[in-house]
């Protein structure tokens, strides 16, 4: 760890995160860069921790939660102006989960599972999404 930059590649990370050790190699605020694609410039995806979500499939499987320092795209909450429907319906809740989700490595990707939130981490979470990487889906 060089200043809060972990120093592994993804593909090492998300083994650490899949073996459930994610904790022992990693601190809360620790960051990678990453290139997202068709998404000019450099972006920072940010270790939150290991104890914040669990698997939407009940499953006992590890998961760490992820989350961009910084914004790779902006969109509005609703092009409307309205909040009906929540952050389930939101306009910026499909741009996440597509725009961005499409624009994250494949070995990233392919990596993501579904959570249920045990709690509000961080605002950043919800607005941006969080990356939980886990076991494989």
């Not at 902006?74 to 939101?90: E, F, I, L």
Request: net charge negative; charged share 20%; hydrophobic share 35%.
């Amino acid at each position: 760890m060089i200043n809060g930059v972990i120093q592994d590649e993804w593909d090492q990370v998300i083994i650490n995160c899949q073996e459930g050790k994610a904790d022992k190699y990693y601190s809360a605020g620790d960051y990678l860069p990453i290139q997202l694609s068709g998404i000019s410039g450099t972006y920072h995806v940010e270790y939150v921790g290991s104890a914040y979500d669990i698997r939407a499939d009940g499953s006992n499987r590890p998961v760490t939660t992820w989350a961009f320092k910084d914004i790779p795209t902006t969109s509005v909450w609703n092009s409307n102006g309205k909040n009906a429907g929540g952050w389930k319906s939101s306009d910026i809740r499909s741009h996440c989960r597509t725009v961005i989700f499409n624009a994250l490595p494949n070995e990233i990707r392919d990596n993501i599972v579904e959570v249920k939130k045990q709690q509000m981490v961080l605002p950043l979470l919800i607005m941006f999404g969080s990356l939980a990487v886990g076991t494989g889906i």
